[in-house]
């Protein structure tokens, strides 16, 4: 088993910044692709970044190319989302997700076993 944990969210302008955190425990966290998803009220859970092991590859949601990065710390077992130039749009939920293996595809929902509890992200307009 895998929990997750985040946090970083928070009630945020148009415009601003967030940086969320999610922290792993329970397996070796190089062994898992990690992802950032989103759900808001009435929409379904999207896909919004991921990162392999060693941030070699990266995986962005169109919506947020520009404007988010992903990243890791292997050595704290926690993967980060900077959110810049946030929008009212990006209000939403935000998960924490982990899958084993660091190949194939990491930007679908259902390829992630473990996931967090969400925090929620506010931009007010």
């Known amino acids: 088993q895998v929990q997750l944990v985040e946090s970083g969210g928070g009630l945020v302008q148009a415009g601003g910044s967030l940086r969320l955190s999610c922290v792993a425990s329970?397996?070796?966290?190089?062994?898992?692709?990690m992802g950032w998803f989103r759900q808001a009220p009435g929409k379904e859970r999207e896909f919004v970044a991921a990162?392999?092991?060693?941030?070699?590859?990266?995986n962005y949601a169109d919506s947020v190319k520009g404007r988010f990065t992903i990243s890791r710390d292997n050595a704290k077992n926690t993967v980060y989302l900077q959110m810049n130039s946030l929008k009212p749009e990006d209000t939403a939920v935000y998960y924490c997700a982990a899958r084993y293996g660091n190949s194939g595809d990491i930007t679908g929902l259902g390829v992630y076993s473990y996931w967090g509890q969400g925090t929620q992200v506010t931009v007010s307009s």
């Open positions: 329970g397996r070796t966290f190089i062994n898992y692709v």
């Open positions: 990162i392999t092991w060693n941030g070699g590859r990266t």
